[in-house]
C-alpha cells in the first residue's frame, strides 16, 4: 500500500494455469482502493503483456523452450 501511495508501484498482475496472465487494475485493502497503473487501450502494462505473449507463444508452439 505504501508503494501504491508513493507511485512506485508500476503494474501489477496475476498468473495461473486456466487465467494464464491476468493484469490488475485495482485492489481494496481495509476498505481503500489502490489504483495500478495500465496501459489504457489493452488495460496491462509492458510487463504483463510481454510475459503473457511469451506464456501463449510457448503454450501454442510458437517458440521453443527458453534455455536458461
Known amino acids: 500500500m505504501?508503494?501504491?501511495?508513493?507511485?512506485?508501484?508500476?503494474?501489477?498482475f496475476g498468473a495461473g494455469t486456466a487465467a494464464i496472465v491476468s493484469p490488475v487494475q485495482s485492489f481494496v485493502y481495509e476498505e481503500t482502493t489502490y489504483e495500478v497503473p495500465t496501459d489504457k487501450e489493452t488495460g496491462a502494462?509492458?510487463?504483463?503483456?510481454?510475459?503473457?505473449?511469451m506464456?501463449?507463444?510457448?503454450?501454442?508452439?510458437?517458440?521453443s523452450r527458453p534455455a536458461w
Not at 3 to 10: D, G, L, Q
Not at 55 to 63: A, E, I, N, W
Open 45 to 53: 502494462g509492458k510487463l504483463t503483456t510481454r510475459i503473457l505473449n
Open 2 to 12: 505504501k508503494a501504491c501511495k508513493e507511485n512506485r508501484v508500476y503494474e501489477a
Open 55 to 63: 506464456m501463449t507463444d510457448l503454450q501454442y508452439g510458437r517458440v
